[in-house]
């Protein structure tokens, strides 16, 4: 049984066929739109359309999005993505109208950190945090082995925990975030 996961970046789209073992069998990559609320659910099904053809029909049987964003408690809406201009956005229920398979929309630092405790740095722990640097900074917390997310689903955005009293402001809406001192896009 396979699955694809899709990864949302702030420029591409980068979609694989993934095994029980954590193996890509095969990927693709598209650019991500300027417009990403119109049409990024149409280019994530493009890519999934595009690796579904090359296999035999029925190999994939869900699909998995992860995406740098506040990603609510469901996996289904999109609260707030910063890099991406999305708020409140039903990532997941337009995704799936469009692919017939069943999605799940996730946070990618919480999907980088499922990851590494199933097939990477994690393997053998009960509890992990991993935390991801790239344009911004994103957390995953798995702990008894199963990814916690808390109350709203947030509990380890840890870019966006308070760093700095009345600090620089954040797009995310608050001030002195961890990632506008410490991230790629950290000035
Ligand atoms: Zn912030």
Redesign the pocket.
């Known amino acids: 049984m396979l699955t694809i996961g899709v990864d949302i970046g702030g420029t591409k789209v980068a979609a694989g066929v993934v095994d029980p073992d954590g193996r890509i069998l095969d990927k693709v990559r598209y650019p991500t739109p300027a417009n990403a609320s119109e049409e990024l659910a149409d280019v994530v099904a493009l890519a999934v359309r595009e690796l579904r053809d090359r296999r035999t029909e029925g190999d994939c049987v869900a699909v998995g999005v992860g995406m740098a964003g506040f990603v609510d408690e469901d996996r289904a809406t999109v609260q707030v993505a910063v890099n991406l201009g999305l708020h409140d956005h039903p990532l997941r229920d337009l995704v799936q109208e469009r692919v017939g398979l069943p999605v799940v929309v996730e946070n990618d630092a919480n999907a980088a950190a499922w990851a590494e405790a199933r097939f990477g740095a994690g393997r053998g722990s009960d509890h992990i945090v991993c935390v991801t640097l790239g344009t911004g900074i994103g957390g995953g917390l798995v702990l008894d082995g199963k990814l916690y997310r808390g109350r709203f689903g947030v509990a380890s955005e840890v ?2 925990y308070r760093m700095v009293p009345f600090g620089r402001r ?5 001030h002195g ?1 961890w ?2 001192y410490a991230s790629g896009r950290a000035w």
């Open positions: 870019g966006h954040c797009p995310c809406g608050n975030c990632e506008q």
